[in-house]
């Protein structure tokens, strides 16, 4: 019920910065909970951060806490990755996803996400 339109991504050296934005369609955007995931080339799926329904709560890898921020603004429909301090460990394909609300909430897994953006190309430079 819900399409998810990415953009952001990019080229960028180390050290360097990108924000991420994440649209979603239909008038139920709140009902869902967000996540950001990445895929590095020949690599599963990876979590990367979370934001739950009215942004009470988020969720970091560790390889990611402190480096990135994830946001959301209901009224606009949009989900936001914020990166800083960029590694070329990073570049990967980066994709949102949205799980609707039931109540229970295992963020981290991919399997928990029905809707999925096209993903958009991070690479980091030395």
């Known amino acids: 019920q819900v399409q998810l339109v990415e953009s952001g991504g990019g080229l960028v050296q180390a050290g360097g910065s990108l924000r991420h934005s994440c649209a979603a369609s239909g008038r139920t955007f709140s009902r869902y909970h967000m996540g950001w995931f990445s895929q590095a080339q020949g690599n599963e799926r990876e979590f990367v951060a979370a934001i739950t329904l009215r942004g009470s709560s988020t969720y970091y890898a560790d390889s990611v806490k402190d480096r990135f921020t994830i946001s959301r603004d209901n009224a606009k429909n949009t989900v936001y990755l914020q990166t800083n301090i960029l590694k070329p460990e990073d570049t990967a394909v980066y994709y949102c996803?949205?799980?609707?609300?039931?109540?229970?909430?295992?963020?981290?897994?991919?399997?928990?996400?029905?809707?999925w953006g096209q993903g958009t190309q991070v690479t980091v430079s030395s």
């Open positions: 996803a949205a799980k609707y609300y039931t109540g229970s909430y295992y963020y981290a897994s991919p399997n928990e996400y029905a809707y």
